[in-house]
């Protein structure tokens, strides 16, 4: 189209210039042909004027369509850009939620075992205070038959009859916590006051003992044991109370941490699932 207005447009100038040579060189009026010779000027003119026109134009359209290819450009490399990034921060949300998820886990973990271990503590407290409870009722019957025996010894009255210092005696010996020592002791006092107390049982024993009221015997020996038996197991009654209060202390401690354990633990696992959703959300 270029190389034919080209063409078109030389024909015409050099059409034009021959027309004005020619009306030059006859000094006439204006002609027929002189007249085609102007407009075909006057379209010469025009031509050239649209051909401008139309460069202008296709140059402001070429300008156009390069912005449009940069911005387009730059569009689509933004866009990866963003795609890149938003990639990015998916992973990076996948992981968090992966992360969140472990710890969530690690820590229902944590409070199921630290559960049982509550569980586990109350039940050794349970049979540690039933076993002391069982402890300190033997030491406080204990105790009290030991201060009736030292009593009833002590008086050594002739007034007294024999059948209830026996039984009295009889009474410290079968108790669980008199150790053999003084158990033997005790049965040789007892055969030296009535020589058939082993082969007699103990129901037949008040029955068939003398009831004299003048029998002499030697006790201090015995009291002394009896005495010694009583502050040894005031001592451990003593020891065994503190003991407990010890262990029933440090049994609330160890309940107390494992509460606050669980406690903190269900705390964080509540932010961490919010955390996690959250986090899902916006992924």
Avoid at 65 to 93: P, V
Wanted: proline share 2%; glycine share 2%; with cysteine.
């Amino acid at each position: 189209m270029k190389v034919a207005a080209s063409i078109f447009y030389m024909v015409a100038s050099a059409q034009v210039a021959f027309g004005v040579a020619i009306a030059a060189q006859n000094g006439a009026s204006v002609t027929p042909i002189q007249k085609v010779l102007t407009l075909l000027g006057d379209m010469l003119a025009k031509g050239k004027k649209e051909k401008e026109d139309e460069a202008t134009k296709f140059a402001s359209f070429e300008q156009w369509c390069n912005d449009i290819k940069r911005t387009k450009t730059e569009e689509i490399k933004a866009g990866e850009m963003t795609m890149e990034e938003q990639n990015a921060a998916i992973l990076k949300a996948e992981s968090e939620i992966r992360a969140l998820t472990d710890r969530i886990q690690e820590l229902e973990e944590d409070v199921g075992r630290w559960d049982q271990d509550q569980k586990a503590a109350t039940d050794v407290r349970q049979k540690e205070k039933t076993d002391y409870q069982a402890t300190l009722q033997d030491y406080t019957e204990s105790l009290d038959a030991l201060s009736e025996a030292i009593a009833v010894l002590k008086k050594q009255a002739y007034s007294r009859s024999q059948p209830a210092l026996v039984q009295t005696l009889l009474e410290v010996r079968s108790l669980r916590l008199v150790p053999p020592a003084a158990k033997s002791a005790l049965t040789a006092f007892l055969q030296q006051a009535q020589p058939s107390v082993e082969a007699m049982p103990d129901d037949m024993l008040f029955n068939k003992a003398p009831e004299a009221n003048a029998y002499e015997f030697q006790s201090g020996g015995v009291i002394e044991i009896l005495v010694k038996l009583k502050d040894e197991f005031e001592t451990k009654k003593a020891d065994l109370m503190k003991e407990e209060l010890e262990t029933q202390h440090a049994y609330e401690m160890i309940i107390q941490q494992l509460t606050d354990n669980t406690e903190n633990a269900e705390h964080e696992i509540s932010k961490k699932k919010a955390a996690s959703a959250e986090t899902q959300q916006a992924k």
